[in-house]
């Protein structure tokens, strides 16, 4: 059996993620989170690295591979430090699948090859102001008319926190076309310029500073019947299992916040000294440490392994749901402690473990929250 999940492709990926990321990203993100926002110009250049196509088919402009590829790229994407950056520059992964899965043909291949090129951003839009955690109560109703002799969807509601939504050019939205309930959501793609959506500006926010994160309006917004993804009032299904890869996107960012702060904390408690030895002398803080690494190390694994079940192509909710808990727990835990270790020094802004305990909060809110993610496995529980 083989040890590694990664082979010598998932190097190449590794080396051109990181030299796109070292050059493009790393210089320049603590002034894009300071201003809440980075360059739109980043996008096209990521497209032409070949990074937002990963993934994707290749008739669709895609550069194909598996989910270790992508995990690569995330973890790459991390390494700037900015977990605000990686959210809205990966807001395609939430957004684009159900296109990708569920959309007709012509649709597909207008809409996809400009998002993997980075030309246009696709933005997933399920949370509204009444609520995210239950989906199938959502409110925004898309009803079907004859608008000018054509069938359409109208839209009406309204959605918040969504990543991307100050800028995207597509909207993934959830909405309800029938009865009460789950059975009662479609998924309805909304272009940012149908006649009535129009988006918020960037909300303001604990963490994820370089992340837009904004409102979205539907008032009599219209969108042509062709725009739903997949059956009508079949959307929660397709919800349900897009959130599969949503979850694990999530606990990778959370290993790799863990690793970044272990890795900061480590560094700092060789250097600093306190009563003539540095910190990593004292027992207390290099017994944390070892806890910290160790946490990283088993969640991290544990992520891996759920990963590889999924590209073999099990289903599992309730591996997956466990994952995302075991890892945004380790980044929480181990962003305290690093923020901790470096004293004083880990509050102030000039240090990255600020900046990472503030962005692990997210981690296990958002894509389902911790309560969320265990129900689902209480129910697989048969609880
Ligand atoms: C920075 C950021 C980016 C986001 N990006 C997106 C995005 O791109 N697209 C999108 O659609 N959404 C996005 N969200 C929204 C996110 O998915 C929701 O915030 C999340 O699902 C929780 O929904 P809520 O905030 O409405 O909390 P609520 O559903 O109101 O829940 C509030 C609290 O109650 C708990 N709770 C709820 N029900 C139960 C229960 N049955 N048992 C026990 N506890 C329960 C929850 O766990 C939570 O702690 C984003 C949020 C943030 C902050």
Redesign the pocket.
Known sequence: MPLSYFNETHAMVRETARRFVAQEITPYVDGWEEAGRFPRALYPKAGEAGLLGIGYPEGLGGTGGDIFQKIVWIEELMRAGSGGLA?SLG?LD?GLPPVVRFGSEALKQRIVPEVLAGRKIS?????EPG????VANLRTRAERKMVEGREAYVLNGA???????ARADYYTVAARTGAAGYGGVSLILVPREAPGFSSGTPLR?MG?WA?D?AELFFDDCMVPVENLLGAENDGFRVITSNFQSERLTLAVMANMTGELAFNAAQDYARERKTFGAPLSAHQTIRHKLADMATRVEASREFTYRCAARMEAGETIFKEISMAKNVATDMCDKVTYDAVQILGGMGYMRESLVERLYRDAR?LS????????MN?IIAKQLGL
């Open positions: 959210a807001s939430i933005a997933l839009a399920i949370t609520g995210g955690s239950d959605k918040t926190f969504i990543t991307s939504g926010k994820w992340s994160t997210i809110i958002g894509g389902g929250t911790r309560e969320i129900e």
